[in-house]
């Protein structure tokens, strides 16, 4: 491969993914700032809240670029459907499952933290964050917003 043609490759590839890319360093960002701010601040409560919106932020962007929920104008139709029930149905519904996942992982360890400790008290942001796409993604599959680009169908 030619030096163009890498450059090439890795400017498609930038250009490709630069909003995952961009919002991934934002939440990086949040995050240094906050592993040095005091959380009893004004300052350092907005880094730890912004830590929790931008992982949201973040997980929407990934996960509906390669998971599927059937019935929800917010996450991506699949190419084609597998043959098998159980795959079928692994696949229609692969959104909310990760979501409900890794939404019951953010609560066992919320559990097992001290809720006004500074990590804690981020821990339960992200708690509500996953909450809050979870219902989204579900509501969309039944409920309409006139107006709204995803409800037109």
Not at 11 to 18: E, G, W
Not at 42 to 57: P, R
Not at 77 to 105: I, Q, W, Y
Request: net charge positive.
């Amino acid at each position: 491969m030619s030096m163009t043609a890498a450059h090439r490759s890795k400017k498609r590839f930038l250009h490709r993914h630069s909003l995952s890319l961009t919002t991934a360093a934002i939440l990086l960002l949040w995050t240094v700032l906050y592993i040095y701010a005091d959380p009893s601040t004004h300052l350092g409560s907005f880094f730890g809240n912004a830590i929790a919106d931008w992982s949201g932020v973040l997980v929407t962007v990934l996960a509906t670029k390669h998971m599927y929920e059937k019935g929800s104008a917010e996450s991506r139709k699949p190419p084609n459907e597998p043959l098998n029930r159980v795959l079928c149905f692994l696949d229609d519904h692969s959104l909310t499952m990760f979501l409900v996942v890794t939404g019951v992982a953010w609560i066992v360890l919320f559990k097992s933290m001290d809720t006004n400790s500074k990590w804690g008290q981020v821990v339960g942001n992200i708690v509500s964050e996953w909450t809050q796409i979870i219902g989204l993604v579900l509501l969309t599959k039944r409920l309409l917003e006139t107006g709204s680009k995803e409800s037109k169908r």
